[in-house]
Nanobody, 122 residues
Framework: VQLQASGGGLVQPGGSLRLSCAAS????????MGWYRQAPGKQRDLVAT???????DYADSVKGRFIISRDNAKNTVYLQMNSLEPEDMAVYYC?????????????????WGQGTLVTVSS
């Protein structure tokens, strides 16, 4: 199983970016998916999560600006980031609880994507 994140880049303050993260491999189901971010010298923090049913949760710092969504048919989670601020600059990581089927049983494991850099600067 792999998670491939994309969509990062350089954007001016007030601008927008859309991140994508596609899961691939022997996947039976995807449960909770989410985005985290890590700024230089800081810990990795939760940005937003979404359940398989579409329920969402956001860090207070991004509420009203970021929107997480998913396409279950494409095994993909998205993060629409609007009104970006310099404080949003970080490496963004996607995360997913992946269910696989093996030898008659289902197993759930947590996976991380490789990270995509978001730079907010004028």
């Amino acid at each position: 199983v792999q998670l491939q994140a994309s969509g990062g880049g350089l954007v001016q303050p007030g601008g927008s970016l859309r991140l994508s993260c596609a899961a691939s491999g022997s996947i039976s189901n995807l449960n909770d998916m989410g985005w985290y971010r890590q700024a230089p010298g800081k810990q990795r923090d939760l940005v937003a999560t979404i359940t398989s049913g579409g329920s969402t949760d956001y860090a207070d710092s991004v509420k009203g600006r970021f929107i997480i969504s998913r396409d279950n048919a494409k095994n993909t989670v998205y993060l629409q980031m609007n009104s970006l601020e310099p404080e949003d600059m970080a490496v963004y990581y996607c995360n997913a609880d992946v269910v696989t089927y093996y030898s008659g049983s289902y197993f759930q494991h947590n996976y991380w994507g490789q990270g995509t850099l978001v730079t907010v600067s004028s």
